[in-house]
């Protein structure tokens, strides 16, 4: 299969990944956790909307798919239709039960390597990828970096806001660091910041504020696109009633329920800030005698068995009621369905009541276009994404929600008077349509993809990048081809040209690659050198790196990998005991291999110095070469390894791969299922290998030797002599 360069009119494939919560097509759980707000919906609508696009063909929902007893088994399936051209993919990430967003972060790699799977299947490559909070932004930006495909990222919520909120309350930074992984989180979004193509906001505040607090935010990537609202589901009261079981959730609580509804519906979390609210209304007894105050905070069996700050959130708002004495005046249901919600703000838009977002700092707040599409007046923070939604939509007023007294004030002011009260209710209807729809966020947001898309087309072309157009080739290509560098590839002039010739002839079908002792610089530079193009992949350190084409993308998935008992400070101290070993330069010590020059009289055996290092508990490989280095490496690292790994990660038959080597460092890459060839130089240390399955042994040296050695497993398309002269002109491209 050859990968093709897109043309300008095909419709997109919008890749979308929003990792932690609960995500399914209908009945979404929201409030059920800090994971499952705003978020969610956001996505879900998203994704519909795209697909209901005319440019775009497909649209692609990733989340975590969660198996887990106690919660539907919606959530369990690895795919879901949502429309014709939309549907959710699952995949696994780590344990199979829910797990709180916090502690996904050492699992992601997984749905990483899942999804290349599952692109390989689809015989397609997104053109955008588009990733939604921090930890879909890891997956998306790996996959972006290994695919070549432009991401787009959008934070919803951002850590550093967060962190220093935090630590204004008072909390303590180790606390907060083990409770939130802030490091891990923050460290993520400055990576995305830069390598993210778009990013996308809800409001032009989160980019100055929020964004604003990381180094050297770029104007340039950002773009303020709102979110929209399903008016569909979201509409004013008209004359139907409100179904009783919803009416009845909430009259149970009430001693007068037919008085107006001071609604707030928000996820149990301390930034939403529902102690202030009771607050405001427990001091304010002329607003308790004008209304009733009904709290949608998620759903609850026991609050005993809740994660613990919505355990805390909870059990306050218990007791500040108990402490106000607000029984009878205030209604807290335990459950409610997602078709309640829309009821929930028409029953407040009946009773002439209003919705209240009483949130410390609010980025957005979808609710407050909920509850204008319903003709539901509102009372928000004086923050960010309010102040852009009621200058839009004009349907209450903000309100320094730090302050309780002003608060309860503005509620009561707000329910007082009819006629401002009627203008507010008709102004959202109206204008939440025409600020804030999802066909118009989408309008805007393919028409910037749109736009980026053609940019990156034009810097392709300036760039002429060598054997394909930016996107990977690997995801869709049925072959791989490695080889060792030093007296395989290379050593024989007309044996290179004939494989570069080979190379260009199975452009797409097969990828290139090279498995080296070298460093992934001194590598790129012998190719040069010899006019070979740039690989799709450089096995590089003697496999204790592995990185992509022409950008030399890091496998951060490998060194995640390898990275396991490695203690490269200790071995490289524990090391110095021993005679008859010196560093090598540094520029031949990498994060993953300590390099050593030997003097073999005085080295001890290499079997002694492994048992000094486990003697100190410490784990490493060693490679001793040519009677003169010493490589240290972790011990899940080496050329076979690697090659063993990105058959796994690609999803790609080891069986597939043709691998080429000369000497006892490539012993594991030409053993096992690989189809294996030994260049006609090869040294001594691998004649034992003449004779085991799938090793072929060429006559011919070099170069030739490998070409023997395809013709020998028919592999490949083979060159023809038309297409030989385009030689020269890919090499000149790659480099
Ligand atoms: O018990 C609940 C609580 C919430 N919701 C729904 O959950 C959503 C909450 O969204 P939002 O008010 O936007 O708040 P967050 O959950 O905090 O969402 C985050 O992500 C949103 C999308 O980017 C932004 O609008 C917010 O500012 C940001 O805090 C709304 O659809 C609510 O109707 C429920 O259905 N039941
Ligand atoms: O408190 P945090 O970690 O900043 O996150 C806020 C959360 O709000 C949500 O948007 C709610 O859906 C989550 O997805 C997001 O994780």
């Known amino acids: 299969m050859r990968t093709q360069a897109k043309s300008k009119k095909e419709p997109l494939y919008v890749l979308l990944i929003s990792v932690h919560g609960l995500i399914r097509g209908e009945q979404l759980e929201l409030g059920v956790d800090a994971d499952t707000g705003g978020q969610c919906t956001y996505v879900l609508d998203l994704a519909k909307a795209l697909a209901a696009h005319p440019q775009v063909a497909k649209v692609d929902l990733m989340t975590r798919l969660i198996d887990d007893p106690a919660l539907a088994a919606d959530y369990a399936q690895p795919e879901e239709t949502l429309s014709q051209h939309a549907r959710i993919i699952r995949f696994p990430c780590g344990p199979k039960r829910y797990m709180r967003k916090e502690t996904l972060w050492p699992y992601l790699d997984q749905m990483v390597d899942r999804c290349l799977h599952y692109l390989r299947q689809q015989g397609r490559l997104p053109d955008v990828i588009h990733s939604h909070y921090a930890d879909a932004g890891y997956v998306g930006r790996q996959l972006s970096m290994l695919l070549g495909i432009p991401l787009i990222h959008t934070g919803h919520s951002l850590g550093r806001p967060k962190q220093a909120r935090l630590l204004s309350s008072g909390r303590k930074a180790a606390n907060i660091e083990k409770q939130f992984n802030f490091e891990r989180r923050i460290a993520e979004e400055e990576a995305l910041m830069q390598h993210a193509s778009l990013i996308v906001t809800s409001t032009r505040q989160e980019i100055e504020l929020q964004y604003g607090m990381y180094p050297h935010p770029d104007p340039k990537r950002f773009k303020v696109i709102p979110p929209g609202t399903d008016t569909s589901r979201f509409s004013p009261p008209g004359r139907q009633a409100i179904a009783p079981a919803v009416e009845q959730s909430i009259y149970r609580f009430l001693q007068q329920p037919k008085k107006p509804m001071i609604l707030c519906i928000c996820r149990p979390e301390i930034r939403k800030n529902i102690k202030g609210l009771i607050a405001a209304y427990g001091n304010n007894l002329a607003l308790q005698k004008r209304a009733n105050l009904v709290l949608v905070a998620g759903c609850r069996d026991n609050i005993r068995a809740l994660e613990k700050s919505q355990a805390t959130v909870l059990n306050e708002l218990l007791l500040d009621i108990d402490q106000y004495d607000l029984w009878g005046k205030v209604a807290i249901p335990k459950h409610h369905a997602q078709e309640a919600v829309p009821e929930l703000y028409r029953m407040a838009a009946k009773s002439r009541g209003v919705f209240i977002n009483a949130a410390f700092t609010e980025p957005f707040g979808l609710t407050l276009l909920e509850a204008a599409a319903c003709g539901l007046p509102v009372i928000a923070p004086d923050d960010g994404g309010p102040r852009d939604i009621l200058a839009n939509c004009h349907h209450g007023l903000l309100v320094n929600t730090l302050d309780p007294i002003a608060m309860g004030d503005t509620l009561l002011a707000a329910l007082s008077d009819k006629t401002r009260w009627r203008a507010w209710a008709k102004n959202g209807v109206l204008n939440v349509k025409r600020h804030y729809t999802w066909a118009g966020h989408v309008n805007k947001y393919v028409k910037e993809i749109s736009a980026l898309l053609h940019k990156q087309r034009k810097n392709w072309r300036k760039q002429q990048i060598a054997l394909h157009q930016g996107k990977s080739p690997i995801p ?46 001194s590598a790129i530079h012998i190719l040069r050198k010899h006019r070979i193009p740039i690989p799709d992949v450089l096995i590089t350190s003697v496999g204790s790196e592995i990185h992509y084409g022409l950008r030399r993308i890091p496998d951060i998935g490998w060194a995640n990998h390898i990275r396991h008992l490695w203690r490269r400070e200790d071995i490289q101290q524990a090391l110095k005991a021993i005679p008859g070993i010196r560093l090598q330069s540094a520029d031949n010590q990498r994060e993953f291999k300590i390099s050593y020059l030997v003097d073999p009289q005085v080295m001890p055996t290499v079997d002694d110095i492994s048992q000094h290092l486990r003697g100190q508990g410490l784990h490493a490989q060693l490679i001793y070469s040519h009677g003169e280095f010493l490589d240290v490496l972790p011990i899940r690292a080496s050329k076979g390894h690697a090659i063993r790994y990105l058959s796994y990660k690609w999803g790609l038959p080891l069986a597939n791969f043709l691998v080429s080597g000369d000497s006892g460092n490539d012993i594991e890459m030409l053993t096992g299922d690989t189809m294996a060839v030994v260049v006609g130089n090869h040294s001594e240390d691998l004649a034992h290998l003449k004779g085991a399955p799938r090793v072929y042994f060429a006559e011919a040296t070099h170069a030739h030797g490998i070409l023997e050695g395809m013709q020998h497993y028919k592999f490949g398309i083979q060159p023809t002599k038309a297409q030989a002269h385009t030689h020269s002109q890919v090499i000149m491209e790659g480099r």
């Open 476 to 521: 869709l290509a049925q072959h791989a081809f490695i080889t060792d560098i030093d007296n395989t590839l290379l050593g024989r002039r007309d044996g290179q040209e004939a494989l570069v010739a080979w190379l260009i002839d199975n452009v797409g079908y097969t990828v290139f690659g090279i498995a080296t002792g070298r460093p992934v610089d």
